[in-house]
């Protein structure tokens, strides 16, 4: 599987776009990218995934480059809620059997 | 839908014990997995089970077992604990293997003293 990049942390203010960037140089072209968050130590949450085309959902945006080297996640209007560790994760195929979670990245959201 | 249990939410072990985490789930999903997180780091995977009566390693396995008991259960077993076992244990399910999301379980903290 492709290693992933991300920053270690983020801040963004309430009610402004949070993106999230993500770096996977490696992608081979059957990887997806899946994002999931953790809130504060629960178990974490499926948000989206796509393999080569923009994607949207009620919960966010991903979008992927052309080259597929590099992704960014959008919370659009980022509530107090949303602060949580993001993980960018690829996975060959369309199987999730098997994620593998590096350290993500931690987005506070500033009142 | 109660979604993935699990139980304890804490427990507290001296080295050498033995105990066994639950995980139950009602979504009749027929994939479920185990993971640990160590402080400040990422999820990685223990055991799955990607339907009942299969059970298969994940990348960590060492001192664990674990037992698909139904469809529903799928319990991890600390046969002799230690401390660096000490862990926050997570539990998950998928419709199939062949799927995107994975649902996880509220997480058992863990501490081997």
């Known amino acids: 599987d492709a290693k992933t990049t991300q920053p270690p942390s983020m801040d963004c203010a309430e009610g402004r776009a949070a993106n999230l960037p993500c770096n996977h140089s490696?992608?081979?072209?059957?990887?997806?990218v899946y994002w999931y968050r953790q809130i504060h130590s629960q178990g974490p949450q499926y948000i989206i995934h796509g393999l080569k085309n923009n994607e949207t959902n009620e919960m966010a945006s991903l979008i992927i480059t052309e080259d597929r080297k590099s992704s960014t996640l959008i919370l659009p209007h980022a509530t107090l809620r949303d602060t949580a560790v993001y993980y960018c994760?690829?996975?060959?195929?369309?199987?999730?059997?098997?994620?593998?979670f590096g350290t993500g990245t931690r987005l506070t959201v500033i009142p | 839908n109660a979604g993935v249990t699990q139980t304890p939410k804490f427990q507290v072990l001296k080295t050498g014990q033995s105990m066994t985490l639950q995980c139950a789930q009602d979504m009749n999903h027929n994939s479920m997995y185990w993971y640990r997180q160590d402080p400040g780091m990422g999820l990685r995977l223990i055991y799955y089970?990607?339907?009942?009566?299969?059970?298969d390693k994940g990348e960590v396995p060492n001192g664990y077992n674990v037992s698909r008991l139904n469809k529903r259960e799928f319990s991890l077993r600390l046969e002799s604990a230690a401390p660096s076992q000490t862990s926050v244990y997570f539990c998950a399910s998928t419709p199939l293997t062949v799927t995107y999301e994975q649902y996880f379980g509220p997480g058992t903290r863990l501490t081997v003293t």
């Open positions: 490696t992608i081979s072209g059957n990887e997806y």
């Open positions: 994760i690829v996975r060959v195929g369309a199987g999730a059997n098997n994620l593998f």
């Open positions: 089970s990607a339907s009942e009566g299969t059970t």
